[in-house]
Every structure is written in C-alpha cells, then in structure tokens.
C-alpha cells in the first residue's frame, strides 16, 4: 500500500527529474490505477498542467489527439511505442518536448 506522502515525494521527484512544468500538455496513456498514471496525475496537478485523458489506449486516436490538444508530453510502455512508431512513419512530423518510456 502506498501513502499520500509517497505518491507526493513520487510526483516532486518527476517535477525536479523531468522539468514538467505549467506549459506541459500531458496525455494519460497509463490506468490512473497504476502508480504511474497516478503518479503522473498529480504531478500535472502540481504544476497546473494539462490533462488529456483517453478512455482506451488506440494509436491513431491518440496521434489525433496530439495533434488536437498539442500535447507536449507522454509515458509510454513498449506496445504503445510501437502503436506509436508504426503509424508515425507515414505523418509528415509530431512534436512533443518529451516521451518518456518504462
């Protein structure tokens, strides 16, 4: 079981470590169940930042909503990358400040 204190030190960590700040737009693609996504959450939460949230996980609607929303940010696991990776080939370009990958 994890403690508030702990999902806190957790999201300070990712603030300090990363450099999210207010300006981030980030997409959700991990369960807020999981401490990631959770983790992630309240980070954003912290710097006053941008949610997108999807409520499943499907590439070619999460690179619309990319484009859409500009999301600056995103954690992936390696079947999104490659989701991702595949459909991205034939775009002409995506840009985010950050993807971070677990």
Partial sequence: MLSH???IV???????TVGY????VYMHTAPLGHLRGLSSALTMLM????HVLMPK????????????????SLITVPTIMSDI???????DEICMKRVTHG
């Fill in 10 to 16: 957790q999201s300070l960590a990712k603030i300090a």
């Fill in 57 to 72: 996980f499907e590439a070619k609607l999460a690179l619309e909503a990319i484009e859409e929303y500009r999301v600056t």
């Fill in 21 to 24: 700040n207010e300006d981030d």
């Fill in 47 to 50: 710097v006053r930042g941008c």
């Fill in 5 to 7: 204190l702990a999902l």
């Fill in 85 to 91: 990776i595949s459909l991205i080939r034939f775009q």
